[in-house]
């Protein structure tokens, strides 16, 4: 099984930055993706960034240009730095990985248990 642990939530002012961290571990034989999704109050979850293991990066349109994706893939580890924050980026954060945790076992998704991100002066 493939165990996530997010880190480095918190509160901020608008136009401050944070960065998120997330930890893969447990058992893995290969990881796919890796990203952040977040889920506001009363709205549903979404995309916020993926990372392939290749390097390839997506963004939701709300975020590109101010948050950034990469990877420290000998430590498995994913990390969102967001600058320029702003109130409408509140939400809680979770991490997903794409990843194969057997190589008899399929591939899956699996999810962090979130990480609150409140930015308000």
């Known amino acids: 099984q493939v165990q996530l642990v997010e880190s480095g939530g918190g509160l901020v002012q608008p136009g401050g930055s944070l960065r998120l961290s997330c930890a893969a571990s447990?058992?893995?034989?290969?990881?796919?993706?890796m990203g952040w999704y977040r889920q506001a109050p009363g709205k549903q979850r979404e995309l916020v960034a993926t990372?392939?293991?290749?390097?390839?990066?997506n963004y939701a349109d709300s975020v590109r240009g101010r948050f950034t994706i990469s990877t420290d893939n000998a430590k498995n580890t994913v990390y969102l730095q967001m600058n320029s924050l702003k109130p409408e980026d509140t939400a809680v954060y979770y991490c997903?990985?794409?990843?194969?945790?057997?190589?008899?076992?399929?591939?899956?998704?699996?999810w962090g248990q979130g990480t609150q991100v409140t930015v308000s002066s």
């Open positions: 997903n990985t794409y990843a194969r945790p057997e190589p008899t076992r399929p591939g899956g998704d699996y």
């Open positions: 447990g058992s893995i034989f290969a990881i796919y993706t």
């Open positions: 990372i392939r293991t290749l390097g390839s990066t």
